[in-house]
């Protein structure tokens, strides 16, 4: 059973679309996360949500826009897709945000904007 | 201005030895450390804690230090093996409320047999 679900795994779109990538956990962690991987491998925080409530929101454009519909899923919808959203997003999930403990992450998905 | 600086240059070693690999950060004061790997395709997965009030953290062949006055954290893999070879990426809580991760670079370890 994967832990840390993310679909699709490659998403390659033209400028200007809107797409959505899905996350889910069955790990039973009440916190979620969506982080941004640059080309140099900068791993970087956009959102959070603790039990379907946002709690980080980062200074990120508002083409981004996070849904959870409950503890378990966390999906990430792109507005007007733009040749500098390429780059790998991974979500990732915690049990009590601020605690310490580990992040499980997802394998990723590879978005590329042409 | 907060940053997290891990060495960009690649690490290279050989195989049995132990590969050192340094975490420093400022204007933090977390109240945790924690040491990710990534393998090329992969997300990170979470290897080891360490808390403010902790010196030394083990975990088999992993030891991680953290140095709270010299905003510094060390990770040691001894006995190491070609099978160890990946992205080696450090985190801080950058807000104890919320538990937001800030990640550093990451410095890549290549073992060689």
């Known amino acids: 059973d994967t832990a840390v679900s993310q679909t699709p795994k490659y998403l390659v779109t033209q400028m200007g679309n809107d797409k959505s990538i899905k996350c889910e956990q069955n790990?039973?962690?009440?916190?979620m996360y969506w982080y941004k991987q640059d080309s140099k491998k900068f791993l970087k925080i956009m959102f959070s949500y603790n039990n379907k409530e946002l709690i980080i929101n980062e200074t990120v454009p508002n083409r981004f826009s996070p849904k959870s519909p409950d503890k378990a899923h966390l999906n990430l919808h792109i507005n007007s897709l733009e040749l500098g959203d390429s780059a790998v997003y991974f979500c990732?999930?915690?049990?009590?945000?601020?605690?310490?403990?580990?992040?499980?992450f997802g394998s990723g998905t590879r978005l590329t904007v042409v | 201005s907060q940053k997290i600086e891990q060495n960009s240059e690649a690490l290279n070693i050989q195989e049995g030895k132990t590969a050192t690999l340094t975490c420093n950060y400022t204007?933090?004061?977390?109240?945790?450390l924690q040491w990710y790997r990534q393998d090329p395709g992969r997300g990170p997965v979470f290897l080891l804690l360490?808390?403010?009030?902790?010196k030394e953290k083990r975990k088999e062949r992993l030891k991680v230090t953290f140095d709270t006055t010299l905003k510094q954290s060390l990770f040691h893999i001894t006995a190491s093996q070609p099978a160890d070879s990946a992205t080696y990426l450090c985190?801080?809580?950058?807000?104890?409320?919320?538990?937001?991760?800030?990640f550093g670079q990451g410095t890549t370890l290549q073992v060689k047999p």
């Open positions: 990732a999930s915690s049990q009590g945000g601020g605690q310490g403990n580990g992040y499980t």
């Open positions: 790990l039973g962690h009440d916190t």
């Open positions: 204007n933090y004061s977390p109240a945790y």
């Open positions: 985190a801080l809580d950058s807000s104890s409320n919320t538990g937001k991760l800030i």
């Open positions: 360490i808390r403010e009030n902790e």
